[in-house]
Protein backbone atom coordinates (compact mmCIF):
# COMPACT_ATOMS: atom_id res chain seq x y z
CA UNK A 1 0.00 0.00 0.00
CA UNK A 2 1.57 3.55 -0.90
CA UNK A 3 0.71 6.58 1.38
CA UNK A 4 0.67 9.48 -0.61
CA UNK A 5 0.64 13.33 0.98
CA UNK A 6 -1.52 15.88 -1.21
CA UNK A 7 -0.04 19.17 -0.82
CA UNK A 8 -2.59 22.03 -1.39
CA UNK A 9 -6.03 19.44 -0.49
CA UNK A 10 -7.91 21.81 -0.53
CA UNK A 11 -8.01 23.29 -4.05
CA UNK A 12 -9.81 21.67 -7.04
CA UNK A 13 -7.23 19.26 -8.33
CA UNK A 14 -6.06 18.42 -4.92
CA UNK A 15 -9.61 18.01 -3.32
CA UNK A 16 -10.60 15.22 -6.43
CA UNK A 17 -7.10 13.77 -6.29
CA UNK A 18 -7.50 12.72 -2.52
CA UNK A 19 -11.45 11.50 -3.57
CA UNK A 20 -9.80 9.71 -6.56
CA UNK A 21 -6.98 8.33 -3.66
CA UNK A 22 -9.43 7.15 -1.21
CA UNK A 23 -11.33 4.94 -3.97
CA UNK A 24 -7.80 2.75 -5.22
CA UNK A 25 -6.64 -0.39 -3.36
CA UNK A 26 -3.15 0.08 -3.14
CA UNK A 27 -3.12 3.76 -2.38
CA UNK A 28 -4.28 5.82 0.71
CA UNK A 29 -3.84 8.84 2.21
CA UNK A 30 -0.93 9.82 4.84
CA UNK A 31 -2.18 13.34 5.88
CA UNK A 32 -6.14 12.64 5.56
CA UNK A 33 -7.86 15.01 2.58
CA UNK A 34 -10.93 16.68 2.45
CA UNK A 35 -13.09 13.90 2.43
CA UNK A 36 -11.55 12.19 5.55
CA UNK A 37 -13.15 12.26 8.93
CA UNK A 38 -9.90 13.44 10.21
CA UNK A 39 -7.86 16.50 10.46
CA UNK A 40 -6.09 18.50 7.65
CA UNK A 41 -2.61 19.80 8.10
CA UNK A 42 -1.59 23.61 8.00
CA UNK A 43 1.65 22.92 6.68
CA UNK A 44 3.72 19.44 5.66
CA UNK A 45 5.84 19.78 8.80
CA UNK A 46 2.63 19.21 10.24
CA UNK A 47 2.07 16.24 8.80
CA UNK A 48 5.00 14.32 8.93
CA UNK A 49 5.06 14.73 12.34
CA UNK A 50 1.96 12.28 12.74
CA UNK A 51 2.43 10.06 9.57
CA UNK A 52 5.04 9.09 7.10
CA UNK A 53 4.21 9.09 3.58
CA UNK A 54 5.99 7.25 0.93
CA UNK A 55 5.13 9.88 -2.00
CA UNK A 56 4.12 13.63 -1.97
CA UNK A 57 2.30 14.74 -4.82
CA UNK A 58 1.99 18.85 -5.31
CA UNK A 59 -1.28 20.74 -6.72
CA UNK A 60 -0.52 23.82 -4.63
CA UNK A 61 -0.46 27.49 -6.66
CA UNK A 62 2.20 29.20 -8.76
CA UNK A 63 3.55 31.19 -5.84
CA UNK A 64 3.80 28.63 -3.19
CA UNK A 65 4.95 25.54 -5.28
CA UNK A 66 8.75 26.07 -5.39
CA UNK A 67 8.51 26.26 -1.69
CA UNK A 68 6.36 23.65 -1.15
CA UNK A 69 8.13 20.87 -3.48
CA UNK A 70 11.67 21.89 -1.82
CA UNK A 71 10.02 20.84 1.50
CA UNK A 72 8.94 17.68 -0.03
CA UNK A 73 12.53 16.71 -1.01
CA UNK A 74 13.98 18.24 2.05
CA UNK A 75 11.80 15.56 3.97
CA UNK A 76 13.41 12.95 1.19
CA UNK A 77 10.07 12.09 -0.34
CA UNK A 78 9.39 11.46 -4.33
CA UNK A 79 8.04 14.51 -5.47
CA UNK A 80 4.87 14.15 -7.91
CA UNK A 81 4.64 17.82 -9.31
CA UNK A 82 1.23 18.91 -11.05
CA UNK A 83 1.51 22.41 -9.90
CA UNK A 84 3.01 24.94 -13.38
CA UNK A 85 4.56 28.14 -12.91
CA UNK A 86 7.93 27.00 -11.82
CA UNK A 87 10.87 28.85 -13.47
CA UNK A 88 13.69 27.24 -15.42
CA UNK A 89 16.36 28.57 -12.79
CA UNK A 90 13.34 26.81 -9.94
CA UNK A 91 13.35 23.13 -11.51
CA UNK A 92 17.03 23.49 -11.81
CA UNK A 93 17.61 23.88 -7.69
CA UNK A 94 14.94 21.99 -7.13
CA UNK A 95 16.77 19.14 -9.03
CA UNK A 96 20.29 19.80 -7.37
CA UNK A 97 17.90 19.14 -3.77
CA UNK A 98 16.69 16.42 -5.17
CA UNK A 99 19.88 14.41 -6.00
CA UNK A 100 21.00 15.28 -3.11
CA UNK A 101 18.02 14.02 -0.82
CA UNK A 102 18.26 10.98 -3.36
CA UNK A 103 14.28 11.54 -3.78
CA UNK A 104 13.04 11.79 -7.19
CA UNK A 105 11.43 14.83 -8.82
CA UNK A 106 8.81 14.33 -11.24
CA UNK A 107 7.35 17.59 -13.13
CA UNK A 108 4.09 16.89 -14.82
CA UNK A 109 2.72 19.76 -17.06
CA UNK A 110 -0.28 17.42 -18.09
CA UNK A 111 -1.27 14.44 -17.04
CA UNK A 112 -4.31 13.84 -19.63
CA UNK A 113 -3.15 11.48 -21.72
CA UNK A 114 -4.54 12.41 -25.02
CA UNK A 115 -2.17 15.59 -24.26
CA UNK A 116 0.92 13.48 -23.97
CA UNK A 117 0.38 11.94 -26.97
CA UNK A 118 -0.49 15.54 -28.54
CA UNK A 119 3.11 16.48 -27.49
CA UNK A 120 4.59 13.43 -29.25
CA UNK A 121 2.48 13.63 -32.41
CA UNK A 122 3.40 17.32 -32.83
CA UNK A 123 7.06 16.21 -32.15
CA UNK A 124 7.16 14.07 -34.70
CA UNK A 125 5.27 16.44 -37.38
CA UNK A 126 7.64 19.30 -36.45
CA UNK A 127 10.17 17.40 -38.34
CA UNK A 128 7.83 17.74 -41.33
CA UNK A 129 6.69 20.78 -41.76
CA UNK A 130 8.33 24.79 -41.74
CA UNK A 131 6.06 26.62 -39.38
CA UNK A 132 3.83 25.85 -36.38
CA UNK A 133 2.44 27.62 -33.96
CA UNK A 134 0.05 26.86 -30.74
CA UNK A 135 -2.73 27.70 -29.36
CA UNK A 136 -3.25 27.20 -25.81
CA UNK A 137 -7.07 27.90 -23.75
CA UNK A 138 -7.63 27.81 -20.33
CA UNK A 139 -9.89 28.77 -17.58
CA UNK A 140 -10.22 32.17 -16.63
CA UNK A 141 -8.27 32.12 -12.85
CA UNK A 142 -5.61 30.34 -14.35
CA UNK A 143 -2.32 32.05 -13.37
CA UNK A 144 0.28 31.16 -15.59
CA UNK A 145 0.39 31.75 -19.38
CA UNK A 146 2.00 30.29 -21.62
CA UNK A 147 0.67 27.06 -20.00
CA UNK A 148 3.44 24.10 -18.77
CA UNK A 149 2.33 22.02 -21.42
CA UNK A 150 2.43 24.29 -24.15
CA UNK A 151 5.92 25.26 -23.32
CA UNK A 152 6.72 22.11 -23.27
CA UNK A 153 5.31 20.94 -26.06
CA UNK A 154 7.21 23.58 -27.34
CA UNK A 155 10.35 22.18 -26.76
CA UNK A 156 9.63 18.93 -27.45
CA UNK A 157 9.00 20.15 -30.80
CA UNK A 158 12.55 21.96 -31.06
CA UNK A 159 14.20 19.16 -29.36
CA UNK A 160 12.94 17.34 -32.45
CA UNK A 161 15.22 19.02 -34.63
CA UNK A 162 12.15 21.49 -35.81
CA UNK A 163 12.89 25.25 -36.88
CA UNK A 164 10.51 27.23 -37.14
CA UNK A 165 11.60 30.55 -38.42
CA UNK A 166 8.16 32.01 -39.96
CA UNK A 167 6.38 31.85 -35.90
CA UNK A 168 9.66 33.28 -34.11
CA UNK A 169 9.26 37.38 -35.20
CA UNK A 170 9.75 39.17 -31.90
CA UNK A 171 8.93 42.53 -33.28
CA UNK A 172 5.04 41.71 -33.32
CA UNK A 173 3.98 41.38 -29.81
CA UNK A 174 0.45 40.67 -30.78
CA UNK A 175 1.41 37.44 -32.67
CA UNK A 176 2.58 35.60 -29.10
CA UNK A 177 5.15 33.96 -27.17
CA UNK A 178 7.91 32.81 -28.68
CA UNK A 179 9.13 29.73 -27.10
CA UNK A 180 12.33 27.93 -29.42
CA UNK A 181 10.67 29.87 -32.51
CA UNK A 182 7.41 28.54 -31.85
CA UNK A 183 4.28 30.94 -31.31
CA UNK A 184 2.26 30.21 -28.74
CA UNK A 185 -1.35 32.16 -27.92
CA UNK A 186 -2.40 32.14 -24.48
CA UNK A 187 -6.72 32.14 -24.13
CA UNK A 188 -8.31 32.37 -20.48
CA UNK A 189 -11.58 32.51 -20.66
CA UNK A 190 -14.93 31.33 -18.42
CA UNK A 191 -15.99 27.86 -19.57
CA UNK A 192 -13.00 26.48 -20.54
CA UNK A 193 -10.98 23.76 -18.59
CA UNK A 194 -7.45 23.01 -20.56
CA UNK A 195 -7.08 22.62 -24.26
CA UNK A 196 -4.41 23.00 -26.53
CA UNK A 197 -4.04 23.26 -30.62
CA UNK A 198 -1.16 22.71 -32.69
CA UNK A 199 -1.47 24.68 -36.27
CA UNK A 200 1.38 23.38 -38.31
CA UNK A 201 1.78 25.02 -42.00
CA UNK A 202 3.14 23.90 -45.29
CA UNK A 203 3.57 24.55 -48.82
CA UNK A 204 -0.26 24.61 -49.92
CA UNK A 205 -1.60 22.20 -46.67
CA UNK A 206 -2.08 23.05 -42.74
CA UNK A 207 -2.17 20.23 -40.01
CA UNK A 208 -4.41 21.19 -37.08
CA UNK A 209 -3.88 18.72 -33.74
CA UNK A 210 -6.16 19.70 -30.92
CA UNK A 211 -6.73 18.17 -27.20
CA UNK A 212 -9.53 19.37 -24.99
CA UNK A 213 -9.62 18.16 -21.66
CA UNK A 214 -13.65 18.78 -20.27
CA UNK A 215 -13.13 18.02 -16.84
CA UNK A 216 -10.48 17.78 -14.20
CA UNK A 217 -11.21 14.07 -13.95
CA UNK A 218 -9.48 13.69 -17.32
CA UNK A 219 -6.42 14.46 -14.96
CA UNK A 220 -6.82 11.54 -12.67
CA UNK A 221 -5.05 8.18 -14.50
CA UNK A 222 -2.63 10.23 -15.43
CA UNK A 223 -1.59 11.23 -11.90
CA UNK A 224 -2.05 7.87 -10.69
CA UNK A 225 0.04 6.58 -12.61
CA UNK A 226 2.95 9.03 -11.90
CA UNK A 227 2.25 8.37 -7.59
CA UNK A 228 2.70 4.64 -9.11
CA UNK A 229 6.14 4.82 -10.54
CA UNK A 230 7.46 8.21 -9.20
CA UNK A 231 9.53 6.09 -6.32
CA UNK A 232 11.50 3.98 -9.24
CA UNK A 233 12.66 6.66 -11.31
CA UNK A 234 15.74 8.53 -10.62
CA UNK A 235 16.45 12.10 -10.59
CA UNK A 236 14.52 14.64 -12.37
CA UNK A 237 12.18 13.70 -14.92
CA UNK A 238 9.92 16.53 -16.81
CA UNK A 239 6.51 14.89 -18.78
CA UNK A 240 4.85 11.73 -18.42
CA UNK A 241 5.53 10.55 -21.77
CA UNK A 242 8.46 7.93 -20.23
CA UNK A 243 5.96 6.34 -17.93
CA UNK A 244 3.66 5.29 -20.62
CA UNK A 245 5.83 2.92 -22.70
CA UNK A 246 5.20 0.65 -20.65
CA UNK A 247 2.24 1.24 -18.49
CA UNK A 248 -1.53 1.63 -18.47
CA UNK A 249 -3.46 4.30 -16.99
CA UNK A 250 -6.08 3.15 -14.67
CA UNK A 251 -8.13 3.86 -11.71
CA UNK A 252 -8.55 1.08 -9.48
CA UNK A 253 -11.32 1.54 -7.08
CA UNK A 254 -11.41 -0.92 -3.23
CA UNK A 255 -13.30 -3.72 -3.56
Known amino acids: MT ?18 IERQSD ?27 DVAVDFTVPGAVFASVGAALSA ?9 GLSDEQIERLSALAAERGAALLIVPNFALG ?3 LMQFAAQAARYFPSAEIIELHEQGKVDAPSGTSLL ?53 TLTMRHDSLSRESFMGGVL ?18 LLADSSVRQEPKG
Open 3 to 20: SVVVLGALGRMGSLLCTT
Open 27 to 53: LTLAAPGPTAAAPLYATLDQALAVARP
Open 76 to 84: GLPTVVGTT
Open 115 to 117: AVL
Open 153 to 205: TARRMAQGGAAHPHGADESRPSRGLAVDGVRIHSVRLPGLVAHQEVVFGGEGE
Open 225 to 242: LAIRRVASLQGTTVGLES
